[in-house]
């Protein structure tokens, strides 16, 4: 694995998978998450996206996106998770789709992170010099390339939360729920 700078194509990217997800699964709430969800940010190339599904859905929708060369990701803490290959410009791109409810953790979690840092873009070259350093230092294993990521992430969660409390307290019409 190396480090790759953001490509402007992301965007693109992300709306033909989209387009092909909701060719089988009509209406499907699609959000872009990780880095490739972040102008400027780098990372592995892979465009990380979520499925918005319940739980009684996940099999069948699952199923749809099998029958249309999705493939189950067998591993990961995340599941269901598949894996497709999105062509846009003559170009292959790795995408990684997780088909999880809305409500769950780590949607709440990356869609946080996701409006975090494009309201802090000051946060995105010191993320991308963490991600190279991990690189740099031999963690290209998806497990360990995380795990040397993890320091920061946990920290930057903490400043999310912050952040967060005190829109609340300053506008009560912040709070959700």
């Known amino acids: 694995m190396d480090y790759r700078e953001y490509d402007p194509a992301y965007p693109r990217v992300f709306e033909q998978l989209g387009q092909t997800i909701r060719s089988v699964v009509p209406g499907a709430r699609v959000e872009h998450v990780g880095s490739t969800a ?16 319940e739980p009684h859905e996940q099999a069948a929708v699952v199923a749809a996106l099998t029958s249309i060369g999705f493939a189950e990701v067998p591993y990961g803490a995340v599941r269901p998770a598949l894996t497709a290959t999105v ?5 292959a791109y790795g995408a990684l789709l997780y088909v999880l409810p809305a409500g769950h ?8 992170f996701r409006a975090f840092m494009r309201r ?3 946060e995105i070259e010191r993320y991308a010099a963490i991600k190279q350093a991990a690189i740099a230092a031999g963690h290209t294993a998806p497990w360990s ?7 920061y992430l946990l920290e ?7 952040e967060a409390t005190a829109e609340e307290a300053t506008d009560p019409s912040a709070r959700s729920g």
Do not use: F, M, N, S
């Open 87 to 91: 062509d846009v410009d003559g170009r």
């Open 120 to 122: 802090h873009p000051e």
């Open 156 to 162: 930057l969660a903490q400043r999310i939360e912050r």
């Open 145 to 151: 390339y995380q795990q040397a990521k993890t320091p």
């Open 38 to 53: 972040v102008p400027g940010l780098g990372g592995r190339g892979t465009l990380d996206a979520v499925l918005l599904a």
């Open 105 to 112: 953790e780590y949607v709440r979690g990356w869609l946080a």
